[in-house]
């Protein structure tokens, strides 16, 4: 298995963001997306990396931009080395598998949610207020419960800490009332394609999040999509609602931690080599199924 990367530097390149799994470099009028495997828990970047994460990561959305490119256009440019700017090319080692050049776009200010089960923090709001991002809900649902239909419930992006959900009504005075409903549809055409796949592969996508932005006039499907890490997929054959579902994600990980004396601020503690193994393997499962290739 090729090394675990949780550090990059690209001479050269100016790197102009770097997220808690992605570093992000300025390459002329474009961008280079470099998915490490950098793993956070709590909003916390823990010390060790998962292998092959950033690979996965980027390989899976490789394919979603691909399968729903009649849905939808998108920021994709470039994801083999070859095609990069030749100063890249040096620096194949690390690049390879885990980079996407892509179209700079102004960003839209919201994340754009599906959900078309009871999950997470829609669970929490719905047990409160029997409604999710105001939109009311009948009452007597369970947690992991289908949804009648899918909705779009948007949410406010964090600089630091976690999104928070917002109503349809605030994302339309942070974006327009025009540019949300179009959000809205994209949001869910994208998420009605993207769940009969995954069902054809015996996975429940229950939500996802994505994010626009618009590049010389149109809107663009963006960052990272449908992953696990902005995605809660579960295994259809262990699907039982009525509590928490088992999942393709970092849950391990988050399992261990809650056994921990830890007041879940950084730094945060180190992975037993178990727990690492095992997030690895939950990953390459799901990019396996989803897709039907391995890594």
Avoid at 53 to 75: C, E, I, P, Y
Avoid at 105 to 132: F, L, N, Q
Avoid at 190 to 196: E, L
Avoid at 273 to 293: C, N, P
Wanted: glycine letters at 8%; hydrophobic letters at 40%.
């Amino acid at each position: 298995m090729s090394s675990v990367i949780t550090t990059t530097v690209l001479p050269g390149f100016e790197r102009i963001a770097r997220g808690k799994v992605r570093d992000v470099y300025a390459v002329g009028g474009d961008l280079l997306i470099v998915a490490t495997d950098r793993i956070s828990a709590f909003d916390c970047i823990l010390p060790q990396g998962i292998p092959g994460k950033g690979r996965v990561l980027t390989q899976m959305s490789v394919f979603w931009f691909d399968f729903l490119k009649d849905v939808v256009a998108n920021h994709l440019i470039a994801t083999d080395v070859d095609d990069f700017p030749a100063p890249l090319r040096e620096h194949r080692a690390l690049l390879e598998g885990r980079s996407m050049l892509v179209k700079r776009c102004r960003m839209e200010p919201i994340e754009c949610v599906a959900r078309g089960y009871v999950s997470g923090s829609g669970w929490k709001d719905y047990r409160h207020t029997g409604a999710i991002c105001g939109i009311a809900l009948r009452a007597g649902l369970r947690e992991s419960d289908k949804l009648p239909q899918p909705i779009f419930t948007p949410a406010s992006k964090a600089e630091t800490g976690h999104d928070e959900n917002i109503s349809f009504e605030a994302a339309a005075a942070a974006v327009g009332t025009e540019t949300a409903e179009l959000l809205r549809s994209l949001t869910l055409r994208i998420y009605n394609a993207a769940a009969a796949h995954a069902e054809s592969r015996g996975i429940v996508l229950a939500d996802t999040k994505f994010e626009f932005g618009w590049h010389e006039g149109a809107l663009l499907l963006g960052d990272e999509v449908l992953t696990p890490d902005s995605s809660r997929y579960w295994p259809r054959d262990t699907y039982a609602p009525g509590g928490p579902q088992q999942s393709f994600d970092k849950q391990f990980v988050r399992d261990y931690l809650e056994t921990l004396d830890w007041n879940k601020q950084p730094p945060a503690p180190p992975l037993p080599e178990d727990v690492i193994a095992k997030t690895s393997a939950k990953y390459h499962e799901a990019y396996r199924r989803i897709t039907g290739r391995t890594l």
